[in-house]
């Protein structure tokens, strides 16, 4: 079995910065994508990133584009999101997902498509 663990959140002012790490350990995959999601209080949990294995495969939900850069080291077994420019609807706990083998479009933004989950990082964005 694998585990997924997240850290690096924490509280931030508005237009501040915060890097998201995921370490995957455990049982070995050949390959697996991993992405990142978030969820508000009251609020369903939402696509935030995506990473294939290779790195060449990358999607953002449009509301981060510009401001989140997702990145991984696989000689490390870690994934980042590194988050700036960050807003108060930024707020919310970030959760990373694992999918074993490979991303597929329609899969992507849809929690159900990933097969390990951490128990997510708090992220505060002040006013």
């Known amino acids: 079995q694998v585990q997924v663990a997240e850290s690096g959140g924490g509280l931030v002012q508005a237009g501040g910065s915060l890097r998201l790490s995921c370490l995957a350990s455990g049982r070995r995959y050949s390959s697996y994508a991993m992405g990142w999601f978030r969820q508000a209080p009251g609020k369903e949990r939402e696509f935030v990133a995506a990473i294939s294995w290779s790195g060449d495969e990358i999607y953002y939900t449009d509301s981060v584009k510009g401001r989140f850069t997702i990145s991984r080291d696989n000689a490390k077994n870690t994934v980042y999101l590194q988050m700036n420019s960050l807003k108060p609807e930024d707020t919310a706990v970030y959760y990373c997902?694992?999918?074993?083998?490979?991303?597929?479009?329609?899969?992507?933004?849809?929690?159900?498509?990933?097969?390990?989950w951490g128990q997510g990082t708090q992220v505060t964005v002040s006013s």
């Open positions: 997902g694992l999918r074993a083998g490979g991303l597929l479009p329609g899969i992507v933004p849809n929690p159900v498509g990933y097969d390990s």
